[in-house]
């Protein structure tokens, strides 16, 4: 059996995507997400703990997380994790953990991310549904022979 990684998350941006260009050419966008987790202590009192998850988009879902994604919107995001591993200026071993994000889809309501008044008025008219973006079927053809 093969190994799986693949993970879902829901979660606001916590600020708007950084875009950037790497040295190769390949343009790519870095965001955080906040994750809230409510539940019940042993006391019966509740609590809510927020993890915050850095995650990374690459070629064409990195123009789309700069053209579309700001700070607050809630959003869920498709991807794998992917560990990176470096030596720190003493010599020792240092990771973290990101996501690697393959697809993404807005949750928020158009209209909530909208400011101004004349803005919120067109946002209205549009229907309020989620945008969901995946650059796998980006590349489908036109033409489809059925």
């Not at 994790?81 to 020792?92: A, D, Y």
Request: net charge negative.
């Amino acid at each position: 059996m093969s190994d799986l990684n693949y993970v879902i998350l829901i979660g606001r941006l916590t600020a708007d995507p950084v875009y950037k260009v790497a040295q190769t050419g390949s343009s790519f966008c870095t965001f955080s997400l906040a994750n809230n987790r409510k539940y019940k202590k042993q006391s019966g009192e509740l609590a809510e703990e927020t993890s915050f998850i850095n995650c990374i988009t690459w070629g064409k879902l990195s123009d789309f997380a700069r053209n579309y994604l700001k700070k607050g919107m809630q959003i869920a995001v498709e991807g794998r994790i992917r560990q990176n591993t470096w030596q720190n200026e003493e010599g020792k071993t240092q990771s973290n953990f990101n996501i690697v994000v393959n697809n993404i889809q807005i949750l928020t309501p158009r209209s909530s991310s909208t400011s101004g008044s004349s803005q919120q008025a067109e946002a209205s008219k549009i229907q309020e549904e989620p945008i969901d973006y995946n650059p796998i079927l980006d590349d489908t053809e036109d033409d489809i022979p059925f």
